[in-house]
């Protein structure tokens, strides 16, 4: 049941297992509409068939699993006032959730980007198994949006304070930082996704389908790398980034005074500066909210969210300045952090 050469989907069943390929290499492999349906409706009819013991999400080529949503469409779909871009966020969320209590055990197979929506496809993922060349994260503040696909879910979840961290400044994570932070559950060298799937075709399924997967990895993968950066800087993270606010976060990191954690220090000032400060201070509430709220309730947060941000946050902004103009100079509403106010931050969040 191979799909077309051609379709942003390719389907294959083989030994009990289906294999979902993201198909848009030269965009990334970025989600459209049209994807997003194809996975669901594939995912769907998997579920219900015996023959189907467990499915691989994977990404064609080298550069990406999945970069995200197709953002510069949500922005078309706004600017000319329709809607495609709140439907789209709808049936995707619909998806990572559908994907999240999945009867069967899903595999993801990742390297390269997996940014924003790619992370909202395998953080639900039963098996999430990284490459060398992977560059995860969730970077949503950069164009003036917030981290949503569960993002207000699965970030508030990571150890201490990493999701704040992540969230705020959309840092992106190499294999060992994504394994440390549970972002990721293996490491598997690049060059053995070959090897993986060959022994996939040669299994003899006489265990339980995610006994025989987690065998299967246990002894082809590792589960910890050397040189994770977040676990050195975990102290830090957690000292700056549990503070209550985006000010106070700014402010401690302004005041570190340890030598070998100045620089750092630095480098995420920078980076918290160059986004958007509405963005920032919603993000972070968002994430203090998820923090209590079940995964379907954090995905209908970032729905109420998503119906006022196009209208009243920085997103279609940013996606001007970064991808139609690529002035990368955008220009932010309010401009500086100090000009959000707090009521400003609980509108959003009113009638939820």
């Given at each position: 049941?191979s ?5 942003p989907?390719g389907a ?14 030269a ?6 509409l ?7 409706r ?22 990406a ?9 949500l ?21 990572d ?7 069967k ?20 993922a039963?098996?999430?198994v ?48 994504a ?12 060059a053995?996704?070959?090897?993986l799937?060959?022994?996939l ?15 299967l990895?246990?002894e082809m ?12 800087l ?12 985006v000010?106070?976060?700014?402010a401690?990191?302004?005041?570190e005074?340890?030598p ?15 986004r958007s ?5 919603v993000?972070?509430?968002l ?35 970064l ?24 509108a ?5």
């Open positions: 049941m799909a077309v050469d051609e379709a989907i294959e069943l083989r030994h009990r297992v289906g294999y979902l390929t993201l198909q848009r290499p965009g990334l492999n970025a989600l459209t049209e994807m997003v349906r194809l996975l669901h594939q995912l769907k009819a998997w579920a219900d068939d015996p023959q189907v013991l467990a499915v691989v999400l994977r990404g064609a080529g080298e550069k699993f999945c970069a995200g949503g197709d953002i510069r469409s922005y078309d779909s706004h600017k000319a006032g329709r809607d495609d871009h709140l439907v789209f966020f709808a049936e995707e969320y619909a998806l959730q559908y994907i999240h209590a999945y009867a055990p899903v595999l993801a197979l990742m390297d390269g980007f997996v940014l924003g929506g790619g992370m909202g496809l395998v953080q639900g039963t098996l999430r990284v490459g060398d060349r992977v560059r995860m994260g969730m970077p949503e503040t950069g164009i003036g949006y917030f981290p949503d696909v569960g993002g207000s879910y699965f970030l508030p979840r990571l150890p201490g304070h990493l999701g704040v961290y992540l969230g705020l400044t959309g840092l992106q994570l190499g294999a060992a930082d394994l440390y932070a549970g972002l990721a559950d293996h490491h598997l060298p690049s053995d996704f070959a090897a799937e060959a022994r075709d040669a299994l003899d399924w006489q265990r339980a389908p995610l006994d025989s997967l987690q065998d990895l246990r993968a590792v589960t910890r790398l050397p040189d994770a950066r977040l676990e050195a975990q102290g830090a993270i957690d000292r700056h980034f549990g503070q209550p606010g000010a106070e976060i700014r401690s990191l302004q005041a005074t340890d070998e954690l100045r620089g750092w220090a630095t480098e995420t000032l920078v980076l918290l500066d160059q400060p509405l963005a920032l201070s993000t972070h509430e994430l203090r909210r998820g923090r209590s709220l079940s995964l379907a309730d954090c995905f209908r947060l970032e729905t109420h969210l998503d119906r006022q941000w196009f209208d009243q946050g920085d997103i279609m902004e940013g996606v001007r300045a991808i139609i103009d690529k002035d990368k100079r955008p220009r932010w509403n309010p401009p500086t952090l100090a000009e959000v106010t707090p009521a400003r931050v609980q959003f969040f009113a009638g939820f």
